[in-house]
């Protein structure tokens, strides 16, 4: 199966889908971020943490984590073993088509395990090996010239797509004790994903939750990766930018997000995603 290197860009340039199947004998920088479309992250080697809002799951060779628009992830890695991993982004509207053509809405474990946040599937060995050749077929029609390439390759990223739904629910309980979570911390991600309008400073969260500024500020970086405020503003720009996607004014992307002061969510926002939110829009 072909190998690429390593692209820390985290947008799409095709339509539908893309295929990544990359390779590092030292591990990359990678920060924390998140994307406007679904991912499907097939771990094959290497000594790697991921953590995905709050969670950190200890991964083996052979697992599947799902990540959607509004997940905020990054991957731990350490050095030691070869960290090599397959990628797979689908546009927002992919699975339509999909369902429009077959009848069956493949979103089905993304939907879940975001509404459990629990993002990690431990396919059996047997199965592994299944989507490991599916994974080889689809990248050999990605890269082929031949006439019906394209069409093959979504075929077998359709078959992917349906073993690795299979895999989700077919899931043993005891993967689960591969996740280092809090719950405390669980909480309170809870509640700033629901109230992201209202006041979510560090000393109104710990009064509502019991605790003190220092152990939440403490707890909420051991186990996110990131400080309070820098969670905040990540999902904050995340969850706008998916409302201008979803065909609201710049206006109310803005306040509906809890930015208070217009010109300082410009500045944010084209921090975070290289361009101002009206560029955004026309693009």
């Not at 946040?117 to 592994?128: A, E, H, V």
């Not at 065909?247 to 290289?274: H, M, P």
Request: aromatic letters at 16%; charged letters at 25%.
């Amino acid at each position: 199966m072909y190998k690429e290197e390593f692209n820390p860009s985290q947008f799409m340039t095709e339509r539908y889908f893309e295929f990544h199947h990359s390779y590092n004998e030292t591990p990359p920088k990678v920060e924390f971020h998140q994307h406007p479309f679904y991912e499907i992250f097939f771990f094959l080697s290497g000594n790697v943490n991921y953590i995905i809002e709050g969670k950190n799951y200890s991964l083996r060779p052979g697992d599947i984590l799902l990540t959607g628009s509004l997940d905020i992830h990054r991957p731990d890695i350490h050095a030691g073993k070869p960290y090599e991993r397959i990628v797979i982004w689908l546009a927002d509207d992919f699975f339509g088509h999909l369902k429009d053509f077959y009848g069956e809405d493949l979103t089905a474990c993304f939907t879940d395990s975001a509404l459990k946040d629990y993002r990690l599937i431990r396919p059996d060995n047997q199965k592994i090996l299944q989507l490991k050749k599916l994974c080889t077929q689809l990248s050999e029609a990605k890269r082929s010239k031949e006439i019906g390439s394209y069409a093959l390759g979504s075929a077998y990223l359709t078959e992917f797509l349906v073993q690795i739904s299979r895999a989700y629910y077919d899931a043993p309980d005891s993967i689960k004790y591969d996740v280092v979570e809090n719950e405390k911390i669980n909480e309170i991600l809870v509640y700033i994903n629901e109230n992201l309008a209202e006041d979510l400073s560090l000393e109104h969260l710990a009064s509502r939750h019991y605790t003190s500024k220092y152990y939440l500020s403490r707890q909420f970086k051991q186990f996110t990766g990131l400080s309070l405020y820098q969670y905040i503003m990540k999902k904050r720009l995340t969850v706008s930018r998916n409302m201008l996607r979803g065909g609201s004014t710049v206006l109310d992307a803005c306040f509906q997000c809890g930015f208070g002061d217009y010109s300082n969510y410009l500045k944010a926002f084209k921090r975070e995603f290289g361009k101002t939110p009206s560029t955004y829009l026309k693009n």
